[in-house]
């Protein structure tokens, strides 16, 4: 076939760019597992730490394993001074994902070691910027709101020093697990368009730090990872599940896209949807405010109705993070501060089997023009 005639896959639908030991997806079941084990097997039931080790070294830890792993990774949370200088001097009205993603360039910039790219200081890097991302994220989420940010505590959990940074309380064992079950859910997708975008800097060798700032830039997009905040501001502007039918209604009449809904994979749902739907409901009927749940499912019942287009992991994500206290404005840096985890795999993977990646564009534009002759 000539080059002129071969076909483009508009957004590389469908197209295998690279193999991949982390993720499995089907979508037309749907199914989703990590290493070889289903998402509702170890959502419910591995804590942040478990997955983010088996994510990077394909087995579950052992006790001990995961001893060593869990207090390394709590020793790293600290932040240089040089980090919370720069936070400081972000504009309030800055949105969050721009805080977070000059402080991992900022990083970078501090660390001596920045343009070694051997696979056991990449996985160094890792586990700095999976502990310290939550870090620079809560700083900023407090110091936008005139706040001092919150130190550390080492003595808890993953999620539950996260969530004592954001919020200021310690976390009671439900909201950790709800918030850890969360970040495990967020942990990892296969080649979703900010962790292509993480292999596509690692393809030219480039550093670790300046690949995360790539995932960073394009998770924060609406389309992807931003949507979790357009969520939570929808339903805050339906404000009442009675006014939930004419919003949908009205937006689809406009052909507005929805945020939360549709997935270029699952067509016939998100199973990490499930889970955070179980989750918001409970935590809905726990607050005695099931306002958020209630708009939710108006809204996806309608969607159904009316597109057949699912609700995806963002849609009740969403109010579980407003159920949690977190502000609203840093759910995106949430995000990106779980699937860390996985651009770090996903990066190891390229580094250890790296071919440039350099796709070519059917050429559509004018040729053989000549200067001068209009
Ligand atoms: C995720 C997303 C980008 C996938 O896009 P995609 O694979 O290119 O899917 P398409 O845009 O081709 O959608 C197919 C059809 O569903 C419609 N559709 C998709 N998502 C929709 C949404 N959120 N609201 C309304 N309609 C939607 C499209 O308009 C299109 O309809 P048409 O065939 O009548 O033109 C898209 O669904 C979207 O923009 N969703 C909202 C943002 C979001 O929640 N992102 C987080 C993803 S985890």
Not at 173 to 183: A, G, S
Not at 198 to 204: A, F, L, P, Q
Request: aromatic letters at 8%; glycine letters at 8%.
């Amino acid at each position: 076939m000539s080059e002129a005639t071969e076909q483009v896959i508009a957004g590389l639908e469908g197209v295998l760019a690279c193999e991949s030991s982390i993720a499995y997806i089907d979508g037309s079941i749907p199914e989703l597992s990590f290493r070889g084990y289903d998402i509702h097997d170890i959502a419910q039931t591995l804590t942040f730490e478990q997955v983010t080790f088996l994510i990077w070294h394909d087995h579950i830890p052992s006790a001990d394993e995961l001893h060593t792993f869990s207090a390394d990774l709590a020793g790293r949370r600290a932040i240089p001074k040089q980090i919370t200088d720069v936070l400081s001097a972000m504009p309030s009205s800055g949105h969050p994902m721009a805080g977070l993603r000059t402080a991992v360039s900022m990083l970078g910039a501090l660390d001596p070691r920045a343009d070694d790219i051997s696979p056991e200081d990449n996985l160094r890097k890792a586990q700095d910027l999976t502990a310290q991302m939550p870090t620079i994220v809560a700083a900023q989420a407090r110091l936008q709101r005139g706040q001092e940010p919150i130190t550390p505590d080492l003595s808890l959990s993953h999620a539950a020093n996260y969530c004592y940074m954001l919020t200021g309380k310690r976390p009671d064992e439900t909201t950790t697990r709800t918030f850890d079950t969360m970040l495990i859910l967020y942990a990892e997708h296969e080649t979703n368009a900010s962790t292509f975008a993480c292999r596509v800097v690692v393809g030219t060798e480039s550093d670790f730090y300046s690949a995360v700032v790539a995932g960073i830039g394009a998770i924060k997009g609406p389309l992807h990872g931003g949507a979790i905040d357009e969520v939570m501001r929808m339903f805050l502007e339906i404000e009442t599940p009675e006014r939930t039918a004419g919003y949908v209604d009205q937006a689809l009449a406009a052909r507005r896209k929805l945020p939360g809904f549709g997935h270029r994979v699952y067509r016939a749902g998100d199973p990490r949807a499930s889970q955070l739907r179980t989750m918001a409901e409970k935590l809905g009927v726990a607050s005695g405010d099931d306002r958020w749940f209630a708009i939710a499912t108006a809204a996806e019942q309608r969607m159904r109705e009316a597109k057949g287009i699912i609700a995806n992991v963002d849609y009740f994500a969403a109010p579980v993070l407003y159920h949690l206290g977190f502000p609203l404005n840093v759910f995106t840096n949430v995000v990106a501060s779980a699937r860390i985890v996985g651009w770090s795999a996903h990066m190891l993977e390229q580094y250890a089997h790296n071919r440039l990646i350099r796709p070519r564009a059917r050429y559509v534009g004018h040729r053989g023009r000549k200067l001068g002759a209009n």
